[in-house]
């Protein structure tokens, strides 16, 4: 089995930084693709940032310039660094790992994996 374990969320003022941790349990051999989702109520999920095992990253348009993505392979675990926060911003954020192969056994792969979800608020 694999579990996300979410961390860094919280309450900043706007224009604040904070940094989300997703940490992994298991005996992963490798992950394709990490990244952030956010979600509000009733909307669709969002795609934050993401990277490759290579290094690539994307961004969503409205964090481009403010939110950094990076991860270590060694450690599973993936960062969002989020600055200059923003009003807009406050969402329910979503680990997410795309392409996971690990071994419980057996050599398993799963497609998508997702953590719990972290609560940012930004305040004025």
């Known amino acids: 089995q694999v579990q996300l374990v979410e961390s860094g969320g919280g309450l900043v003022q706007a224009g604040g930084s904070l940094r989300l941790s997703c940490g992994t349990s298991?005996?992963?051999?490798?992950?394709?693709?990490m990244g952030w989702y956010r979600q509000a109520p009733g909307k669709v999920r969002k795609l934050v940032a993401d990277?490759?095992?290579?290094?690539?990253?994307n961004y969503g348009d409205s964090v481009k310039g403010r939110f950094t993505i990076s991860r270590d392979n060694d450690k599973n675990t993936v960062y969002l660094q989020m600055n200059n926060l923003r009003l807009e911003d406050t969402d329910v954020y979503y680990c997410?790992?795309?392409?996971?192969?690990?071994?419980?056994?057996?050599?398993?792969?799963?497609?998508?994996?997702w953590g719990q979800g972290t609560q940012v608020t930004v305040s004025s």
């Open positions: 990277i490759l095992r290579g290094g690539s990253t």
């Open positions: 298991g005996n992963i051999i490798s992950i394709d693709r």
């Open positions: 997410y790992l795309g392409g996971v192969i690990y071994h419980d056994g057996i050599y398993r792969t799963l497609n998508d994996v």
